[in-house]
């Protein structure tokens, strides 16, 4: 193990620098684990005023798939640390900057390149490292799908390649449903691409969520995180998941085969489907990942606190678990940028062990995620409930200035 990381905080002429590309609320929470490591701060996103831009050093707006603004603001930053947030990103930018000028990049050029795109995570995981996975195949045409569709059968989803939290996603019940849901997908995915996957529908039992941290100390995993879905976006969150031991090491094997493959320093969120004793593989994150956020008041080190210190080539030590707790997502629908939180003090007075984090995001424009109701409590059960009773005491309201 090296001791080698050095901060320089507060320079005029360079102190650390992390640029984060997407400042939303797990950004948030990054730039301020960052920042009380002395680390400065510049987060970025395509509009003005989002959530981490609040809490950091300076910020900048801009398309982050446009190359050549991207590599502008780096060679303006100079950061010591690239971060990405969000998957919009021109990632084949990033990997020739790490090619070429030795950018580093959280966790690494290729875990960020693989990881945007569906195709290339998938084989990787599949055909590279015979990892588990659902049946599946890619296609570019409604005739090719037709032609393969009996590798996975009925029902299956078909999602873009280039998507993420069920975006495009759609289930089909026969041969009727391609069609519409090819259109759908081409629609829907990141850069309109008209590539899918179309994978075999699992009957899971469970999904969860393997926060895995590669550190200079090593692999280091969370309690497994239990969720619930709707829509492809998660609603609630529970940790630990109880899981045989068995299974847990199985997860804990595919975990690190696929983050070991990926390389760098920094947590990821792996995703993986529990049928019985058998786990499948399903993607990850490389990066904090939404349902992780119950690690707020979870544990010592949350996935934010994890995630600074692998980056900065820091030792996690110890990650220890306070026991039952969960998360649940406040979602509001509306339209406007004038927005009021209220029922704040009900919502804590029902729950003396909750916590509550608002991500101050400055407008809505149809359903958006805009904070997160912590809980701990006796049993995941309960930890759940009272996670659902704070969420349910705030209210919000939309309206246009
Ligand atoms: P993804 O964007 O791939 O994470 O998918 C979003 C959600 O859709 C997952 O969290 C699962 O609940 C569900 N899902 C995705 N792939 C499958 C599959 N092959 N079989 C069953 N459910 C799936």
Redesign the pocket.
Known sequence: MSSSTEITTAQKSHSTTALLLGSGELGKEVAIELMRLGVKVVACDRYDNAPAMQVSSEHAVLDMKDKTALTALIHQVQPDFVIPEIEAIATDTLLELEEKEGLKVIPSAKAVNFTMN?EAIRTLAAKELDLPT?P?FFASSVKEIHEQISKVGFP??M?PVM?????G?S?LKSEDDIEKAFEYACTEGRGHESRVIV??????DR?ITLLTVSAIDGIHFCEPIG?R?EN???RESWQPEPLEDEVLIECKRISSRVVKALGGFGIFGV?L?ICGKSV?F??LSPRPHDTGMVTLISQNLSEFALHARALLGLPIGEIKNFGPAASAAILVKGHGNKLCYQGLSEALATCPNGSLRIFGKPEVNGERRMGVALALGDTIQDATQKACQIRDSIKITVEEE
């Open positions: 569906r659902s599946y299956c989803i999602k998507s993420s939290s069920g975006k996603q289930t994978e075999g529908f699992v009957k899971f999904e969720h879905q492809g976006d998660y995703e489907f499948i399903s993607e």
